[in-house]
């Protein structure tokens, strides 16, 4: 019997088209319709009758027992390229990596080599390159767009100098091909941009929270939902410049334990409402220098 094993009778490779990423055994493997050797009529060959075609990983992933990369990326209508590992027979493709383009017309459900849903590639980016468009350097009905035109502004109380602080623009300014960009299927996205003066750290939800690092390591954190933050042991902050904090409805801050306040300079309350203080215990008030209180009235129980 003649065993056949990758490489020992040459390289059998292949080009094809992804239509179908649903595999049942959740290793990542896709169905590949592959030219020269898949008809493109569904009819004499349906896509449910393809091979599970295995996708290689990168030796940056362990790809065993949870460890490393998970091996998804491949959408219906990616073009991939590989090779057969039992040669001639052609039963068992692996794919090396996938190819880009520029789609020219949406997928023909009634053809193989096609998404069968219909989907991809997206109609309203037909005649472009499959490279991301932030990537090229084109913001156009993009996130960053969206972002440029939905900043957010903070109001400075008039004892901090009063004013109004508006949310930082990005500094998006990407050139091809400096900019990496990861973006998935429901429009979440991450920037690595090198672009020369305008590099930037950027990662975005679809929601349109996001976390950005300016080219000067200004960073810019927006969050359009809730936070909720748990630090188990200490936290530490250090600002070497002023502090400012809006907050547009209730404030409630609960210490179990002590809690101090030293302020080496001037300290100015505005309250313009009522103030109510209560102490469990004695409560100390001394100062160096005179106390003044003007009230309308003052009334002691």
């Not at 009778?9 to 020269?36: A, H, S, T, Y």
């Not at 998970?70 to 090779?83: A, K, M, Q, R």
């Not at 004013?163 to 990496?180: L, M, Q």
């Amino acid at each position: 019997m003649h065993e056949v094993f990758a490489g020992k009778d040459g390289f059998i490779w292949f080009q094809g088209v992804v239509e179908d990423r649903n595999d049942p055994l959740m290793l990542g493997r896709v169905k590949v319709r592959c030219l020269g050797f898949h008809t493109e009529n569904l009819q004499e060959l349906p896509t449910d009758d393809l091979p599970w075609a295995y996708p290689i990983q990168p030796i940056t992933s362990a790809a065993m027992s949870g460890i490393g990369q998970t091996p998804l990326g491949p959408v219906e209508g990616t073009w991939v390229f590989g090779f057969f590992r039992d040669g001639q027979s052609a039963q068992e493709p692996m794919i090396l990596g996938t190819i880009g383009g520029i789609p020219q017309e949406k997928s023909n459900t009634d053809e193989g080599f096609n998404d069968p849903s219909g989907t991809y590639p997206l109609e309203k980016l037909l005649n472009e390159p499959d490279t991301n468009k932030i990537a090229r350097g084109d913001e156009q009905e993009t996130i960053t767009e969206k972002k440029k035109s939905n900043k957010d502004k903070m109001e400075i109380p008039q004892i901090g100098g009063g004013g109004e602080i508006e949310e930082p623009e990005t500094p998006y300014k990407a050139k091809y091909p400096f900019n990496h960009v990861k973006q998935s299927e429901s429009g979440h996205v991450e920037e690595v941009d090198d672009t020369p003066g305008a590099e930037r750290l950027h990662k975005y939800h679809k929601s349109g929270t996001f976390e950005e690092i300016h080219p000067d390591g200004t960073k810019v954190v927006k969050i359009v939902g809730n936070q909720y933050e748990v630090v188990l042991k200490d936290n530490n902050l250090h600002v070497s410049g002023k502090l400012n904090i809006t907050v547009d409805s209730d404030v409630s801050i609960y210490a179990k334990k002590n809690c101090n306040l030293q302020v080496d300079g001037d300290l100015e309350q505005v309250v313009n409402g009522d103030i109510k203080i209560n102490a469990g215990g004695s409560m100390k008030l001394t100062a160096s220098d005179v106390i003044s209180l003007v009230a309308s009235a003052i009334r002691l129980n």
